[in-house]
Structure formats: C-alpha cells, structure tokens
C-alpha cells in the first residue's frame, strides 16, 4: 500500500473508533433498512472502500447504494465483484441500488448500450443488488428530443433488466422539471416510458427544490411506481444540500403524510456542502433520522 493511502486509511480506521457503536444499534427491527447513497462519502469510499463501509455500518447504516461500478472489469471500487459480495456479507450489509454512468451511451447505438447494460446486470447480479438506476444527464443533454430518445432508451434498458429478474429505474434531479417550449423532460419520461419496466427512484430534495409538485403528488400520479427515494436535506439559506435535520424541507410532516406502500428502499444522501466533513455529515444525518423520522417509516 501507498504511504499516502496507508496514512489516510489509517486516520479513517481512527476516527471511526471514535464513534460510539453501542449506541447504534444497527440490528433494528424495522420496516425499512436505514440506507445511504455512497455518493455522499466518495472522498472517503475511494481512499478506503472498506474501512468506510464498517464505519457506516456501526453508525447504523445497514443499505447501501453504489456509484462505484466499473463494467469492464466487473468491480465495485475497484474490488472483483464476487469479492465485494462476500465482504459486504460478511459486514451483514446489503447494496440494494446502484447509479450506472449510462449518460454518455445516450445516443450511442443499441448494440453498445445493451453491451453495458450486459455488464451493469452482472455486476448487480453478483452482488445481489435489487435494482440499476439510471442517475443523470450531463447538461448538453437536456432538450426535448433528448428527453424522447432517453424514454425510448428507458424502456429498452427496463424491459432488458426485468427479464434478468432485476428491477430499473431513473432518478430525478431538478432539471428534469424545467419547461422547454411548454413542457418538461419529467412529463415526456412519465408518459413514454412503461410503467412496469421503468421505475422510479425520487429525490425528494430536487423535487422541493424545483417546487414544481411535492412528492405526495407525485406519488399519487404515479402510483406504485416509485420504488426507491432519495432523503436529503436543503439549506435554508444558500438551497444547497445540507445535513438531514438542519435545512428547510420538514421530512417529520412529510413523512407522516406520504404515502408509502411503493416503496422498496429509501437512502439518506448529501451530495456535498458538509458542515464539517462527509463522515460528521453522515453521523448527523442518522443521528437525526433515528430521533425523529426512523418511527415514520
């Protein structure tokens, strides 16, 4: 191992000793696994994957969903996947979603697509991950012929996965909501996508932000459709991410109100602007998310 990478695996192994593991019990009988999108920690999942996993896992975080994939050689950060299932196993944790990079295959042609999307089921496969999802699209993307060729896309891919016995779904960012000559590319995925192959994983902080529906009616239009969520928190101030309980969307009411019987898995997230680090931020979001919201779901 590299000095560098020995010395900050060794401050991450340090500073998890400093949390207090009675105090989480991650063993929880609940209806729903507290689950986080490694997202929120990649500064410290690619220094030490598995150093960070044990520590969020003795924070109470029992679920996980990756971004880490690499199709090409089969390995979640930069682990073989047969290996990282078996370490995630032995941990007693699960990986139930992951992000696939897909946008850049967007107009690529079907054979090259279908090929990645071969990989990204193998690798799920191998680590018996529940869904793929589709998490964005890169700024030149956005028009509205691109929002139809994403659905025609969407239903390929969906009706390719479920046949593996996978589930597949896109995951909403704000962008999706602004109007383009009267209308949204989240209008065009909605009413050209298949219900039954093409689910639908909410981020509840892009929906609050773009102000556009709440997630209630979201839900409500779409029924049973949206499988996974996203749970993270907006600053009062600037809107940007915060930790879960200091910023404005009220998860206590909304929790309470919404309804749930879609959903599969949810993931507390915070893509970035931590109070103090990414690893404070994901103690304090737990912390927050057992005192006052873990009784609502």
């Known amino acids: 191992m590299k000095r560098r990478t020995f010395i900050q695996t060794s401050m991450i192994g340090g500073l998890a000793a400093t949390f207090p593991i009675s105090c989480n019990p991650y063993f929880e009988d609940t209806a729903f696994k507290i689950g986080y999108q490694l997202y929120s920690i990649r500064d410290k999942m690619e220094i030490a994957p598995l150093e960070t996993l044990k520590l969020l896992r003795d924070l109470g975080y029992r679920d996980f969903e990756h971004f880490g994939f690499d199709g090409t050689s089969n390995s979640f950060y930069g682990i073989k996947a047969k290996e990282f299932k078996k370490i995630i196993d032995d941990m007693g944790i699960t990986i139930t979603s992951g992000h696939y990079p897909f946008a850049p295959l967007l107009n690529a042609s079907d054979q090259e697509l279908m090929h990645y999307v071969d990989q990204c089921i193998e690798g799920a496969q ?14 030149e993307q956005r028009t509205l012929d691109n929002f139809k060729i994403l659905s025609e896309k969407l239903n390929k891919i969906g009706e390719k996965v479920y046949d593996a016995g996978l589930g597949f779904a896109y995951h909403n960012h704000g962008f999706e909501f602004e109007e383009i000559d009267g209308q949204s590319g989240y209008e065009i995925i909605l009413s050209n996508t298949d219900a039954s192959v093409v689910k639908l994983q909410m981020d509840m902080y892009w929906v609050a932000k773009a102000g556009k529906y709440t997630p209630s009616e979201l839900i409500k239009n779409q029924p049973g459709r949206y499988v996974m969520w996203h749970i993270k ?40 602007n931590f109070t103090e680090n990414s690893l404070q931020s994901a103690t304090d979001s737990i912390s927050y998310y057992k005192k006052h919201l873990q009784k609502l779901l």
Do not use: C, H, V
């Open 126 to 139: 191998a680590i018996n991950s529940k869904f793929i999802t589709w998490p964005w699209m890169a700024p």
């Open 233 to 272: 928190d907006m600053d009062k101030n600037t809107r940007d991410y915060t930790e879960l309980g200091n910023g404005s969307i009220d998860y206590k009411k909304l929790l309470s109100d919404i309804d749930k019987t879609g959903l599969q898995y949810f993931y507390i997230e915070q893509g970035g």
